[in-house]
T-cell receptor, first 114, second 115 residues
Framework: NAGVMQNPRHLVRRRGQEARLRCSPM?????VYWYRQLPEEGLKFMVY????????ESGMPKERFSAEFPKEGPSILRIQQVVRGDSAAYFC????????????FGPGTRLTVT | AQSVTQLGSHVSVSEGALVLLRCNYS??????LFWYVQYPNQGLQLLLK??????LVKGINGFEAEFKKSETSFHLTKPSAHMSDAAEYFC?????????????FGGGTRLMVKP
């Protein structure tokens, strides 16, 4: 059973460009979470999605950031008009159901904004 | 609201010595607690989890943690450190309600193992 897949692993964008980060959950997992890890900091929750639904986006900046998890295909985290402060590692996690079950993390996408 | 505090952002031990990484939590409901390990430039790997069964939880790589409700703690221990244990360790608490189980992480503890 393949783990959580994320691509690209490294992404370099100039200020003002768009960044698209992809996450394919583990097989059979219908819950996807995105977290951001700023340099020298812990992980911060951004958004929780189920297929075709955003369940909780309380941790996501109100502007420039959006996420989706379509019926078919990977979950996408989209950052428009990137700024230097968006440089971070973005991790996706998936779980088979909600309460109490551990989340399985992907290897992350390291975004660098120049 | 829930939160996690990891005391000591850096811990250094000698190879073969006891490893003790501290984690205290606050939660308004009985928590689910996790320890994850992160090696450089990699994702997080689950070490162990507490889900209200046994208070002493054994994980992978010889690690274990004890849930102490009276102290609101979930410290991670390993009797004898190995060089390969050098990594960053994160304690996390689960928001235990029907809205989903997003994790709240502590700030992390970087473990260094000296030969």
């Amino acid at each position: 059973n393949a783990g959580v897949m994320q691509n690209p692993r490294h992404l370099v964008r100039r200020r003002g460009q768009e960044a698209r980060l992809r996450c394919s959950p583990m097989k059979g997992h219908s819950h996807v979470y995105w977290y951001r890890q700023l340099p020298e900091e812990g992980l911060k929750f951004m958004v929780y999605l189920q297929k075709e639904n955003i369940i909780d986006e309380s941790g996501m900046p109100k502007e420039r950031f959006s996420a989706e998890f379509p019926k078919e295909g990977p979950s996408i985290l989209r950052i428009q008009q990137v700024v230097r402060g968006d440089s971070a590692a973005y991790f996706c996690a998936s779980s088979p159901r909600t309460l109490g079950y551990e989340q399985y993390f992907g290897p992350g996408t390291r975004l660098t904004v120049t | 609201a829930q939160s996690v505090t990891q005391l000591g952002s850096h811990v250094s031990v000698s190879e073969g010595a006891l490893v003790l990484l501290r984690c205290n939590y606050s939660s308004s409901v009985p928590p689910y607690l996790f320890w994850y390990v992160q090696y450089p430039n990699q994702g997080l790997q689950l070490l162990l989890k507490y889900t209200s069964a046994a208070t002493l939880v054994k994980g992978i790589n010889g690690f274990e943690a004890e849930f102490k409700k009276s102290e609101t703690s979930f410290h991670l221990t390993k009797p004898s450190a190995h060089m390969s244990d050098a990594a960053e360790y994160f304690c996390a608490v689960n928001k235990n309600n029907n809205a989903g189980n997003m994790l709240t992480f502590g700030g992390g503890t970087r473990l260094m193992v000296k030969p």
